[in-house]
């Protein structure tokens, strides 16, 4: 028998068909493809460029920085808005932070003491001459001391007197002291030299230490003038320092018990320490300013306390004698109305602290 032909199924007809028209619709798209890049020009990058690099911005990375809200990040142009406002805000706060800083560095470079201005005010130092005190032989019962007006007060009314009632007068005196002889407690331990530190007056006037004369010598004396100076300078550079010298005295018999060497000859002397410390020495300083009152006062005895009565006596005082010296006064007194207490010759008289403070206060414009 003969082979016969057989029939291709249905299914297999229609799968053929379908791959022949799936490879003809492909190559008539290559066909086309190669035709467009053949034909068609190409679309170059520079239109896409922008739009990658818009979404990518250096600017957006700074956000976070001067702008916290994320919302602000949408809009570019919200971004570069907030940038310009927040950059002059970051400028003006340190600025405001930093106004103070130059206070403190001026200040820092000023001495410790002279941050405060000076104060219109005048402290005067010295031991009972400057604070008023005077010594008394009562005839025939014993020695009192009495007060009376200090230095000071004869200085503040010659204020006064020219109108200014501004300039206040300090008393910073301690009798009984000394500031170099061994023989008397040394001011500079006392509470008034503690409280000249801290004065800062515009003019400290130093009086004669009379004790020293009698238990010091004539340079160490000077040397100690320059170490009171140096520290009233120091709290107070900008204060002015009048140094007084010696004048001259007249002791009564009974005061040279305790002002032996209140003579001509150690007054000479101890005034050359002082000139020579002023001119070149430990009192050469810009703050201070000697003044000789030893020939303004003169050689007699007008400017040192002398004999006085009771009505003299009792007009002067400015603090009643203790209970001791009253009950000795008025012994004498009572038994003597027209008697007269012997002055010590040492200290200065009414008239004598009346002409040292007109000669202080013209050196006080």
Known sequence: MQPT???????????????????????????????ARLFLPEPTAVALAPTRTNTSRPTSTNIPLMAPPATETSTPTATATATDTATPTATATPTETVT???????????????????????????????????VFEVSGIGFVTLRFASVGAYLAAQFRARGDTGMRVFNRTAAATAISAPNHPSYFGTGAFAQLLADNCAYTVIVPFINDLTGGEANSYAAALGNLASQIAQRNPNGKILVVNFYYGSP?????????????????????????????????LPQVRCIDISGALGMGTAHLVGNMTRAEVEAALVVPPSAEHGGMLNAFWSSNPDGVLIGDGVHLSSSGKSALAAILARQMP
């Not at 032909?5 to 086309?32: E, G, K, Q, T, Y």
């Open 100 to 134: 103070p800083t130059p206070l403190p560095t001026a200040t820092s470079t000023r001495p410790p003491q002279a941050a405060a201005p000076r104060e219109r005010c005048t402290s005067v130092v010295g031991d009972s001459v400057a604070q008023g005190d005077a």
């Open 252 to 284: 009564a018999p009974f005061a040279l018990n305790f002002a032996g060497g209140f003579s001509n000859d150690r007054v000479v002397a101890f005034n050359a320490a002082i000139a020579a410390a002023c001119s070149g020495g430990s009192l050469a």
């Open 5 to 35: 032909d057989r029939a291709i199924p249905r299914p297999l007809l229609i799968l053929s068909a379908l791959s022949i028209l799936f490879i003809a619709a492909a190559a008539a798209l290559a066909v086309v493809s190669l035709a």
